[in-house]
RNA sequence: GCCUGGGUGGCGGAAUGGUUUACGCGCAAGACUCAAAAUCUUGUGAGAGCAAUCUCAUGUGGGUCCGAAUCCCACCCCAGGCACCA
């Protein structure tokens, strides 16, 4: 069990109940484990790590601190996204309907300058090695959307009397001919350059007002808005003049921040075109018959007309063509933005790293290396800032007294000025630390690796890395056999664990490309009122409360009982004693097997010194059937189904088990109690204990006989014309014609198929008889 | 709008081409009890019938097949994801 204690869950909760979040996560841990005991689970609590804790998080400093050096990570001002609630800067990824997950509430962007993680360098294999893994075909495809690869082309439009190049990112270089406008996002940098003097107001108006809606305003305006600068593009294949526009439909944060408007071809340019009265032409059409005009977008790919040379040919071909004459050169893009990587909180790791003016200007003159030590290529790139070294790690995260989120845009570390004031770890002068820190997906992106290595690793001071990285351990641990989780986690934790992971493949320590083999997303069990469970709802289940009134063997299996892993279902109040029965009547009836007590209700004389043979080997088959069926169903992961196969055996015992002498039934039933265990382990182990000196979990699942298994005699559904007339017993092995003869010399089946002619007779052994007549 | 799941009794669900509704809950009747709870027994898809039995039923409509909850086509509804992505 790991302890995913850092960041804005448990920082918020503190806050909230005016805690110290170094002690509301202690007490947190605590409760959480005793309720894990409680519910029997069992952990290999020897590996046992919190996030938190600094002899793991110091590992977390250290794989950032490599990422820093290789240029992964930089800090670049950006539109970022800001919850004005919990006073922090967000990665997209923390968004749910452009609304802050944590909180709810609505962002904003702000222009900022903070640590950004260039998980985009990773895109195409994080894509690609999707294919690798054994995942919820939902999860796989949520990922592929969330990265959102396209591939187009690229290339640049002359803009009439200036020098600058405007770049577009187009899917549909087919649709060249179309183009009659060039649209910018409102943040792109050349707006202001190119805007037309007589336009220049009404362009800032109309900036100022698109950049102070939030992102969901944006996003609900349905109407298509813009504004034309004065400016005009040279058409690349034509020559004419296009004028260009800004619109908020256009994203910076995608492509180019720039597209050719094609309104005969693409719904979106088709609606401004419209609403600005641009011109529309059409340059595809199905057959390579021009229809004249359009009332909608034709977006679907045709023939070409009204394409110069290029008329006549197929989209594909056409496109090919058309680069090669404009000298437009291939390119693919992304959905996925890079991961904004810092908090303006207290709660989470710091960043090992320090801000030193005179490496600054080391750097920016151009020198590469600072008293012999060379500068890293993160270093190079982030004037000023350098990588905290391995030995001075961890950096501790300080107590403070005051660690409310300021809202300033500075962390409550940024105040703590003794801590902040550092030495420079390349030339020994004074610096300054990175008040930020990192976000909680920083913990939870190698835990699992800390499970592999176990805690004496972690124990390890990071100028030992290379003792850390057992990569014994780690090729016998990983990648992640199995893993359990919910479904929330699919466009999160699951791509920056991923990134994670095969950022350190690629620095060499570690072995697998990918961390996750295989994932299964339980199911969320919702209250009894059908609706996730919530305090403000007061629909709350606590498992507390379940085991004090039933038992915590009944809470477990009730819960594997409900329905499949994977499906989310409601907390059914009553149908918990269903499972609390059985477990009760699992428990009278092995009384009565080890007679200890006397069987309860009717009267019941002595076992017989030998069993009914009959009895014995209907119950020894139920039995039989049982182990395997339960044994499948485990590795399966059908719970629900295994706990029903139990019931129906425990059914099967309770009618006849009288029947049986002592020394069969017991044997029997401690049998039953192996399989009963990984549900009910507590009850199992303690009836168990009370005949036995060994452990239950030391013994070896049972075998199955596969004679007993297999059916002796079956039941035919007798058909005629596919529709069920009767039913024959009949013995397993019994021939087609026997079986054929005795189903069509039933009475019932006899007086169906009377004046009737059968054209045909299907036997499907073991199931069915069907007179087609 | 696009993508991914899913739709079976009063309820949770079982069945992935062969007796639809296993198992459990609930409900009804009975046993035990002064009574209740607990426990045990029996019954329980809908409709018709005294009954044997028959007809209908797996979101809707069509198709394939001796036979469809299951396979194919069209549509409806629910849940989740993405969304002005050029």
New binding site residues.
């Given amino acids: 069990m790991g302890w995913d204690a850092f960041g804005l869950p448990a920082e918020n909760y503190a806050i909230a109940h005016k805690v110290h979040p170094a002690d509301a996560t202690a007490k947190n841990i605590k409760r959480f484990k005793t309720q894990m005991m409680a519910a029997g689970l069992s952990y290999d609590w020897s590996r046992e790590l919190s996030t938190a804790d600094p002899a793991y998080y110091q590992w977390t400093q250290w794989m950032f601190v490599q990422m820093f050096h290789r240029g992964l990570a930089y800090k670049a001002e950006k539109p970022i996204t800001w919850c004005p609630s919990c006073k922090t800067t967000l990665a ?2 923390d ?4 609304k802050c997950e944590r909180c709810h509430s609505q962002v904003e962007r702000r222009l900022m300058k903070e640590w950004m993680i260039k998980i985009t360098d990773y895109a195409e294999r994080l894509l690609d090695e999707v294919r690798l893994l054994e995942w ?4 796989k ?2 990922q ?3 990265i ?1 690869r ?1 591939e ?2 690229e290339f640049d439009f002359r803009i009439e009397h200036r020098h600058e190049l405007l770049r ?6 087919d649709t060249l001919y179309g183009v009659t406008f060039v ?1 910018l ?1 409102p943040e792109h940098p050349l707006v202001e350059a190119i805007t037309a003097p007589e336009q220049r107001e009404k362009v800032k108006h109309y900036v100022r007002v698109v950049t102070n809606k939030t ?1 969901l305003d ?8 813009g504004v034309f600068t004065g400016a005009y593009a040279i058409h690349p294949a034509t020559k004419e003049r296009i004028p260009i526009w800004i ?16 309104p005969a071809h ?4 088709f ?2 075109a419209k609403r600005f009265d641009l011109p529309v032409k059409e340059v595809v059409s199905e057959q390579g018959i021009p229809r004249g005009s359009l009332d909608r977008a034709y977006v679907a790919k045709g023939i070409l007309v009204h394409s110069g040379p290029f008329d006549r040919l197929p989209a594909h071909e056409a496109a090919a063509k058309i680069a090669q004459f404009i000298g437009a050169h291939p390119a693919v ?3 996925l933005e890079d991961w904004e990587f810092a908090r303006q909180r207290y709660w989470g790791e710091p960043f090992p790293l320090v801000f030193c003016p005179e490496c600054e200007k080391r750097v920016r003159r151009g020198e590469t290396k600072c008293r012999g030590k060379a500068y890293s290529k993160g270093e190079l790139q982030n004037p000023g800032w350098i990588g905290v070294a391995e030995a001075q790690l961890p950096v501790k995260l300080p107590n403070v007294k005051s660690y409310a989120p300021t809202g300033t845009g500075e962390s409550p570390l940024a105040a703590m000025k003794a801590w902040v004031k550092t030495r420079c770890p390349k030339c020994g002068g004074a610096a300054q630390r990175e008040t930020d820190t990192m976000p909680q997906w920083a913990g939870s992106c190698w835990y699992y690796i800390g499970f592999a290595l176990g805690r004496q690793k972690l124990k390890l001071k990071p100028s030992q890395a290379k003792l850390f990285w057992d990569r014994k351990a780690l090729k016998y641990w990983l990648p992640v056999n199995f893993y359990v989780g919910g ?2 986690h ?2 999160r934790h699951l791509i920056y664990a991923r990134f994670w992971h095969k950022f350190l493949y690629d620095i060499g320590v570690m072995p697998s490309k990918e961390p996750f083999a295989k994932l299964v997303n339980q ?1 969320l069990i919702l209250g009894p009122d ?1 609706e ?1 469970m919530s305090k403000s709802r007061g629909n709350v289940i606590n498992p507390d409360e379940v085991i004090k009134q039933y038992g915590a063997d009944t809470l477990r299996m ?1 819960e594997m ?4 892993l ?5 907390w ?11 477990l ?2 699992l428990y ?1 009836l092995f009384e009565e097997a080890t007679r200890k007590r006397k069987p ?3 009267k019941m004389g002595e076992r017989p010194t030998s069993s009914e043979p009959g009895t014995k080997q209907r119950i020894n088959q139920a039995l039989h059937r049982a182990i395997k069926k339960v044994g499948d ?1 485990i590795l399966a992961l ?1 719970f ?2 295994a ?6 055996l ?2 099967v015992i ?2 006849s088990h009288h029947k049986l002498s002592a020394r069969d039934m017991r044997s029997m039933m401690k049998t039953m109690l192996i399989l009963v265990f990984p549900f009910a382990p507590h009850l199992a182990s303690e009836l168990w204990s009370s005949v036995e000196k060994t452990l239950i979990e030391k013994q070896r699942w049972p075998k199955y006989s596969t004679v007993l298994v297999a059916e002796q005699r ?4 007798v ?1 005629v ?7 024959l ?1 009949a013995r397993a092995d019994a021939s087609e014609d026997e079986v054929v003869a005795r189903a069509r010399a039933g009475a ?1 089946i006899a007086s ?1 198929l009377a004046g009737k002619k059968v054209r ?1 007779t ?1 036997f ?1 052994k ?3 008889v ?1 007179f ?1 007549v």
């Fill in positions: 997209n990824e968004l749910e309907n452009g919820p075909e939902s999860v495809e949520m592929r959307n969330w959102g396209s187009g082309y577009v990112f187009t899917t549909r270089l649209v996002a992102d944006r996003e609900a305006q349905k109407e298509k808005t619109a908020e439909y256009v994203m910076m944060n995608y492509g180019t921040g720039a597209v050719m408007g094609v693409d719904e979106r340019d609606e401004f893009k992304y959905r479904v929330e699919a466009t199911g059908n996730k009730y009982f409900m329905g499949p994977e499906a989310t279902k409601p059914d109040t009553q149908g918990i004693i269903g499972i609390h029965r059985f009760n009547r009278a309860s209700g009717k169903d059908r629900n189904t706990i029903s196969t139990l019931m129906e425990q059914n309770s009618i079956v039941t035919y559904a058909q014309n596919g529709k069920l007339r009767d039913t017993a019932k169906w045909h299907i499907v073991g199931k069915i069907n087609v």
